[in-house]
Structure formats: structure tokens, C-alpha cells
């Protein structure tokens, strides 16, 4: 089964697709870059990557690097000797401005090129060549893999670095740096330099994300305090001097890079990477930043609202073969459900369904792939409309697969619109649900003996509905057993449902205030009853008596008033069905009462 989270994000990527800005020029190797190469990856903290695009195209880390070796910084000499050399406040600079904080006479921030410059400076390592490979290891540590580096791309920018340049002889002039700022400005060129895939992003920001911890390795690369920190300043000045409105707008740390990468850390959650060359003024991808706008709003990951635990939306799992209905059941049944109660699982859910808690959902549902899967949604406060609309889509797959998804939702948690797929189909209880599934997993391997599907099928009241209306009744029956007889209706009571005769005889029979006695009509297998009764005041006219042992289906009145408050179109749709049918039986009576004439 796919994963609809991989649908849902390939169309929020087609957003933002338009060709605005331009592909850095100022260093040579870089204007080359295809202006409409596309990628965007999503790794979440449990190992698992979505990627939509060319993910695995290289690309120069560029000033994506800033966040890690500022990480290698921190943790080689500790947050007080780093804070000694480099502030942590947002500059509003641009990232090459040629500036120290006038107060304190430091680079503003790590995320600027002259704060980045300083970092690498505080790697530890006896010569720029050592402090080298040690950042080489730390990003490849970051990513999960081995990463190389692109000795053209560093040639070509040292080859017009004179700003740069500029900024580490600044730095030594006023005693940032304490050696030979050519050593650093060489180290901080090839860091740049770091050939990166989008996927490789993702899971550097991922790694962030877990709190230090590589999500695919599981190695521990960085100390909770040094990615703390490290988001901190991400957040505040991550993104130049346009950090305030990204954060407003995002709402994620985050950090660019002018080859056209972007990297977004949710915490906690997933590590965000996008990639598209056009560069809007700010030296940030265009296309970039119009995407993480609309995904971060989309999928509600703004860190400011007010949320909500996601990693424990599954409360618990299980299958039917494990944990049947408390129904009892022929022993024959009974063996059979042994086995084939693996193909439905029941997902209990919990807490608020945010966008990384129904993925975590989802990938489960996938990774199981259930023939029929139930959602227990008692115990779900909320759910986004990301949430929402995913499970839908996943019930919706199950059943173009030829399976059932069932919701279990009494308080409407998640609730459904008209215009919504119509695949998921809900129910008040679970041990309801687990009944009908036990009861569909049976009849669909031949082993019902209770109930002729087909007959009901071919009933003429279930002929003429819609599909969708037609599987909602199919599965809200209750199937009900009469020996002979026993009362099935009494004449006066209130409409209780629409009954079909699946086996045996039924009779109804009419006090006639003209004639003395009764006449009873007997009713056979095929036969609904009931429904007329809302004709007439909503009053059974006739008591219906089992004439022999009689199993009918019932539509409950309480079935109907459901459907009508939670699918009003299906609603609509039975009501004209009875409406006909009732006609027909109507019509029918008539011609057979012409024929005595
Ligand atoms: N290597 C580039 C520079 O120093 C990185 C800049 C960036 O990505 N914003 O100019």
C-alpha cells in the first residue's frame, strides 16, 4: 500500500513553482546550478525519510554547514569559551556583512559568515588540516553516511573570497581570531564545500531534531545542551536578516545555504530539507521559503502553537487473532477467526493528532498493511485538518484494496463532510466494530451461515442506492434471530428500522376495524418490513409475527438517525430508497388487489 503522507507532500511541493530569483553568481562553480532542479525531503526522528524530487542530487553544503561546525565548536571547548569569542544575537545583518557588534567588538551571531568563520576556528585540532577532517567526520556523523568534499567548488570560491577574506582579517585585527586568519578562512571554504544530497539534509536536521541522536545509526553525535543551543540560535538567526519573518511565518528553526538548500529542525519531530537553486535577495532559495511557508501552515509545525505530545498517538495495537470480539461464536467460527483475525488490527489512538503523529500512524498502518484496519478515536482530543485528511485517504486505500477501515469515533474526534472519500465507515463502539469485522472477515471466506448476502444485495431497497449508501447499511444491519412465533413487531409501537427476512416466514397481520378478524400477509425471504410505519405517524400498523424460525437484518431507527447527523448524503440517499421501495410494495398490492376484481 502506499503511503498517502508521499502523496500529500508531493502536492504541497508543486507549490511555490514559479521561477523567481537567481542562482548565486559570486562564486563561479555555483552559477552553473540548474535554476529549476527540485527536491524535498522530510526525515523523521525515527529513521524514517520521505523524499519528493531529486533527493539525491549534490549539491555544496554552503552556509548549512554554519549550524554543525558552531555544534563542534560548543561541544569541543563548552558554551563559555565560545560565548567568549562569537555573541548570539541576531545582527539583522546580511550573512557576508563585514561587521562586529560595536559593543562587544564579536561576530553577532554563529549563523553570519564572520561568526562561522570564528567557529571553525574553535574546532579543536592541531592544524587547519586536522580541524578539517574532524568536521568532514562531524557532518558525515550528522547525516548517517560517509560525506565527501568537492575540491572545485572550494577552489572556485577561495578564488574570489576577497570578501570573505575581508571579514577573517577583521576577525584577526580585532583578536576573534587568534592565528593565522588564512588558516581559517581556508577551513570555513571547505566546509562550504561539503557535497550534501536534500536526503542528507533531512537527516542532519533530523538528527537535530532527536536531540543529538543520528535517527538511522542511532549514534549519539551531539549533547542535548550543544543541540539546544544550536536550535536556539537557529531560531533567532538562522535565517539572516530575515529571521523575524521567518519565524512568524515557519515558525522553525531553520538554515539556508546559497547553493539553494534550506533546513528546517521541528524538535522532537522531523527534520525538514528543501532545495531549489533561485536565490530571492536575502540569498535564501525562493522557491525554498514559499514552500516551507505553505508546508509549515499546512501542516500546522509552527513551533509557537500550542501543541501537543505526537509520538505516542498509538496507544496500542493489536489484531482481532489476538483480541477477538466477546461475541461467542460456532466452534468451527471460532477456529477460523483464530487464523484469519490477523488480517484486521485494531490501532488504538490517544492525544492530539498533529502532522507527526498521524505519520507515525500512517507508516504503522502501512508497514502492517491490514486487510481491514480499525481507528480507535475515543481517546483523541484533536485532530488537525493534515490529520484528518490523511486517515481519510488511508481508509479510503485499504478499501480500494479490496479491505474495510473502520473508525471508531462516538464523539465525532474526526469528523467527516460530504464532500469527504467515503471509505472509512464509523461506528460507536469497538466492540461493534470488532463484531462486524469478525462477522465480514467470516462471510467474505464462505463461512456465514447466518445470513445470505447476496439476497440482500439483491434486494430491491438496497438496488437503488448510491455504493457508498449501500455499504453503510450493509454494515450497520443487525442480524436478529426469531424462533417461531415470537412477536417480531407490535402493532402501534414506534418505527424501529427497516427489517429484511434473510430466513424463514414472517406474518404480518391487520386489525381491519371492517372486517372481523385479521389478514395476514406472510412475508418470505427478500421481504422488508417496518418502513412503513413513518408513513403513518411513525406508528407499525401491523404486529409481525415469525411464522417459522426467522433471521432478519435490521436498519435501526437509531442506525438512521446516526447516518442522518454524520453522513446527511447517505442519509438522503436511503430515505429515497425506502421512499421507492415502499412505493413498489405500494404499487404491487394495488395490482394484486386489481386482479380480485
Ligand atoms: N560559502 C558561502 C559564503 O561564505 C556561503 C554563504 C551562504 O550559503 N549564505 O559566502
Redesign the pocket.
Known amino acids: 500500500m502506499r503511503n498517502p503522507i508521499q502523496n500529500y507532500l508531493e502536492s504541497l511541493a508543486d507549490h511555490g513553482h514559479y521561477a523567481v530569483g537567481k542562482v548565486a553568481s559570486?562564486?563561479p562553480e555555483l552559477a552553473a546550478a540548474d535554476p529549476d532542479r527540485f527536491a524535498l525531503c522530510i526525515a523523521t526522528v525515527d529513521g524514517h525519510l520521505y523524499t519528493v524530487g531529486d533527493g539525491q542530487f549534490p549539491y555544496s553544503i554552503?552556509?548549512?554547514s554554519k549550524p554543525f561546525t558552531y555544534a563542534l565548536a560548543l561541544q569541543d571547548q563548552g558554551p563559555a569559551a565560545v560565548a567568549q569569542k562569537i555573541d548570539v544575537e541576531p545582527s539583522g545583518d546580511a550573512?557576508?556583512e563585514i561587521s562586529l557588534d560595536p559593543g562587544t567588538k564579536r561576530p553577532s551571531n554563529p549563523m553570519i559568515?564572520a561568526g562561522a568563520i570564528t567557529a571553525a576556528s574553535l574546532v579543536a585540532g592541531k592544524d587547519r588540516q586536522e580541524r578539517f577532517e574532524r568536521v568532514q567526520q562531524w557532518f558525515s556523523d550528522f547525516a548517517g553516511r560517509q560525506l565527501t568534499f568537492d575540491q572545485q567548488m572550494y577552489e572556485s570560491?577561495l578564488s574570489a573570497a576577497h570578501?570573505?577574506r575581508a571579514i577573517a582579517h577583521m576577525l584577526r585585527e580585532f583578536e576573534v581570531l587568534e592565528s593565522d586568519p588564512e588558516d581559517f578562512l581556508d577551513q570555513?571554504?571547505r566546509q562550504?564545500a561539503m557535497t550534501v544530497t536534500t536526503q542528507d539534509l533531512a537527516r542532519m536536521a533530523a538528527t537535530l531534531a532527536n536531540g543529538g541522536v543520528q535517527p538511522s545509526t542511532g549514534e549519539r553525535v551531539a549533547e542535548p545542551s550543544v543541540v539546544e543551543h544550536v536550535l536556539s540560535v537557529m531560531t533567532s538567526c538562522g535565517m539572516y536578516d530575515t529571521a523575524g519573518d521567518w519565524i512568524t511565518s515557519v515558525g522553525v528553526p531553520a538554515k539556508?545555504?546559497?547553493?539553494g538548500g534550506i533546513i528546517g529542525v521541528l524538535p522532537g519531530q522531523l527534520g525538514l530539507a528543501v532545495f531549489s537553486p533561485r536565490l530571492d535577495a536575502h540569498?535564501h532559495s525562493a522557491r525554498g521559503v514559499a514552500v516551507f511557508e505553505h508546508i509549515s501552515e499546512e501542516m500546522e509545525l509552527h513551533l509557537m502553537q500550542v501543541t501537543r505530545s505526537s509520538r505516542t498517538a498509538v496507544r496500542d495495537t493489536y489484531s482481532l487473532a489476538e483480541r477477538p470480539s466477546r461475541r461467542r461464536r460456532p466452534e468451527p467460527h471460532q477456529i477460523l477467526l483464530d487464523t484469519l483475525g490477523e488480517q484486521c488490527r485494531i490501532y488504538e489512538l490517544q492525544g492530539d493528532l498533529n502532522f507527526s503523529g498521524v505519520e507515525s500512524v500512517v507508516r504503522r498502518m502501512v508497514d502492517d498493511s491490514p486487510e481491514f484496519a480499525v481507528l480507535d478515536m475515543r481517546r483523541v482530543n484533536d485532530v488537525a485538518e493534515v490529520a484528518r485528511m490523511t486517515l481519510l485517504s488511508i481508509g479510503d486505500r485499504i478499501q480500494a484494496a479490496g479491505g474495510e477501515a473502520v473508525l471508531v469515533d462516538p464523539e465525532d474526534a474526526l469528523p467527516i463532510r460530504d464532500e469527504d472519500p467515503n471509505g472509512i465507515r464509523i461506528m460507536d463502539d469497538l466492540e461493534a466494530a470488532m463484531r462486524w469485522c469478525e462477522d465480514e472477515l467470516l462471510r467474505r471466506h464462505g463461512a456465514d451461515d447466518e445470513v445470505d448476502h447476496k439476497q440482500v444485495e439483491e434486494h430491491p431497497l438496497l438496488q437503488q442506492m448510491s455504493a457508498a449508501a449501500r455499504r453503510y447499511m450493509r454494515t450497520h444491519f443487525d442480524v436478529l434471530h426469531f424462533a417461531a412465533d415470537e412477536i417480531i413487531l407490535e402493532a402501534g409501537e414506534p418505527f424501529s428500522g427497516i427489517h429484511i427476512v434473510t430466513a424463514g416466514e414472517a406474518v404480518a397481520e391487520f386489525d381491519y376495524a371492517h372486517t372481523d378478524g385479521s389478514t395476514p400477509v406472510t412475508m418470505s425471504v427478500g421481504t422488508s418490513f417496518g418502513e412503513l410505519a413513518l408513513a403513518r405517524d411513525d406508528l407499525q400498523e401491523a404486529r409481525v409475527r415469525a411464522a417459522t424460525p426467522v433471521t432478519l437484518l435490521k436498519f435501526s431507527a437509531e442506525a438512521l438517525d446516526h447516518v442522518s447527523q454524520v453522513r446527511p448524503s447517505i442519509a438522503v440517499d436511503i430515505w429515497k430508497a425506502m421512499t421507492r421501495d415502499a412505493y413498489r410494495v405500494a404499487d404491487r398490492a394495488m395490482h394484486e388487489a386489481a386482479a380480485y376484481w
Open positions: 559570486y562564486i554552503q552556509s548549512i550573512f557576508n559568515n570560491e570578501r570573505n570555513y571554504i562550504c539556508s545555504g546559497v547553493s540569498g
